[in-house]
């Protein structure tokens, strides 16, 4: 049985890894190494969604999860043909509301987590305090600039980057504007809005 051990990562790169491994090897059984209870939730419910069985052990440095498929496993759903581009529309430099620091992490998480998309995002869009993952010193870069290698282009509102003072300072993309953001969006065959 092949061992997959995440423990050095935090979610969402445990569940990302995993899926990423039962994709290539449908059917297999797959021994995987957690850190902490919410990447062991989190796993077993991708497994289990995925027509495998999951047993679980402590082991050293948090859990042990076997995998085993149960019967037939169920192939992950392509995704459904959508007539125009998907979008990501980004409004600010935090996800959610509560803690600013911890929304300033799911950001990033998602981000990251677009990059592992078996279809990534054809456009992402940044406007208001959103357009401060696009300039220098964000830690979003990096998930961008991976995004921008898998052919996503990605513009920043200019107006919101003269508001923040970050024109200068554009890292990732291209300065676009209101007409545009809007006609983007109009053509958009589907949006998503973190």
């Known amino acids: 049985m092949e061992i997959l051990d995440c423990r050095a990562f935090q979610c969402p790169h445990p569940v990302v890894e995993v899926r990423k491994h039962l994709l290539a090897h449908p059917g297999q059984p797959l021994k995987v190494l957690v850190a902490d209870e919410i990447a062991r939730e989190n796993v077993t419910r991708l497994a289990e969604n995925q027509g495998y069985q999951v047993s679980e052990n402590s082991s050293e440095g948090g859990y042990a999860l076997e995998l085993t498929p149960a019967g037939e496993t169920v192939t992950l759903a392509p995704e459904l043909p959508v007539s125009g581009k998907t979008v990501v529309f980004v ?41 401060k993952l696009t300039s ?23 107006l919101c980057l003269d508001y923040f003072h970050l024109k200068d300072q554009l890292a990732i993309g291209r300065v676009s504007n209101m007409l545009a953001i809007a006609e983007t969006l109009r053509q958009a065959g589907r949006t998503i809005r973190p």
Do not use: Y
């Not at 620091?101 to 406007?127: A, H, Q, W, Y």
């Open 91 to 131: 409004a600010s430099d935090a996800m959610g509301n509560g803690s600013d620091e911890l929304g300033r992490l799911l950001m990033k998480n998602f981000l990251f987590t677009l990059t592992e998309l078996v279809s990534p995002p054809d456009i992402l869009l940044f406007v208001n305090a959103g357009v």
């Open 136 to 158: 220098a010193g964000s830690d979003a870069l990096e998930a961008l600039e991976k995004l921008a290698c898998l052919g996503a282009d990605i513009a920043s509102c200019g």
